[in-house]
């Protein structure tokens, strides 16, 4: 069973569209929930959240985290072509402090 | 700023045979990883090491093994390459606290023959 279930897997939207990313996860000794941004290379650092309901924004885009339901979102708005990526959470929890557990990822399409 | 350095980026591998996959990261961090990444399966946890001196299996470690030679250095060996080994491998690096984000390397494609 996928501890960390990303939806939707892929999504194709054209520019200026806003679209919701989705992550769910499981809470045994939750500590941390992260989103990644991944192009053609490594993964790139967007977000980390710990606490509810507090906001995270960089620019377009943003991040908040339910820990009652157990799930994340991922904000984009005014999308941009540059914005096609692999959208990546993981979380951090578990038995273990050191491991970070990933979803399979959204592959986001935007088109002129 | 060199971050999380691999070595090699690209390989070709023949079946049976052997390999290994160079880390190292400046940043003075504890934990290093390696992660697997194939189409549609995201990032999956190959082996990591919370401080020097220390190893443990991650998602799926079956076909490879480990050293962190010391801090600074974290290596993926596979002993006998298998078709099923071909991806992306990514090495990754963070502090000790447990809550911190992941650096990664940019990753080496490995494709067995």
């Known amino acids: 069973e996928d501890k960390v279930v990303q939806s939707p897997l892929s999504l194709v939207v054209h520019e200026g569209d806003t679209v919701t990313l989705n992550c769910s996860y499981e809470v045994t000794n939750f500590r941390s929930l992260l989103w990644y941004k991944q192009e053609k290379k490594a993964p790139t650092f967007l977000f980390m959240l710990t606490s509810s309901g507090i906001e995270k924004k960089s620019g377009r885009l943003s991040s908040i985290l339910d820990k009652k339901e157990l799930f994340s979102i991922l904000n984009i708005t005014a999308t941009q072509t540059g914005d096609s990526a692999i959208y990546l959470c993981a979380e951090n929890s578990g038995g273990s402090n050191y491991k970070l557990t990933f979803g399979k990822g959204t592959l986001l399409t935007v088109n002129p | 700023n060199a971050g999380v350095t691999q070595t090699p980026k690209f390989q070709v591998l023949k079946t049976g045979q052997s390999m290994t996959l160079q880390c190292a990261q400046d940043?003075?961090?504890?934990?290093m990883y390696w992660y697997r990444q194939d189409p549609g399966m995201g990032l999956r946890l190959i082996y990591y090491?919370?401080?020097?001196?220390?190893?443990d299996k991650g998602e799926v470690p079956n076909g490879y093994n480990v050293s962190r030679l010391n801090k600074r250095e974290f290596s993926l060996r596979l002993e006998s390459a298998a078709p099923s080994q071909t991806s992306v491998y990514f090495c990754a690096s963070r502090e000790l606290s447990g809550s911190g984000e992941l650096f990664f390397g940019e990753g080496s494609r490995l494709t067995v023959l």
């Open positions: 090491s919370a401080s020097e001196g220390t190893t």
């Open positions: 940043m003075n961090h504890n934990s």
